[in-house]
């Protein structure tokens, strides 16, 4: 089987298409967390921090520190 030119476009426009979804909701998902934490009175760049955005949101939640801990366990973070 030989791979033409268009097949290798068209991979290339679905490749494309995929990664701008992908950033459309990564934005949009960033843009939510900083308003949920704005609003809980917590700085908004904390939710493009990994792991430090979890440990706010456990705050945020009104659940002990140690819960954080418990979401790397696996099985016990379910």
Do not use: H, Q
């Not at 490749?15 to 992908?22: E, F, H, K, R, T």
């Not at 949920?36 to 939640?61: D, H, Q, R, S």
């Amino acid at each position: 089987m030989e791979t033409t030119t268009a097949d290798s476009g068209a991979l290339l426009a679905c490749m494309g298409a995929y990664w701008i979804l992908v950033l459309v909701f990564v934005v949009l998902y960033i843009a939510g967390m900083w308003k949920v934490f704005e609003k809980a009175g917590k700085p908004g760049w904390a939710a493009i921090i990994p792991f430090y955005n979890t440990w706010v949101l456990m705050e945020v939640a009104g659940r002990p520190g140690w819960w954080f801990f418990l979401l790397l366990i696996p099985f016990v973070n379910i």
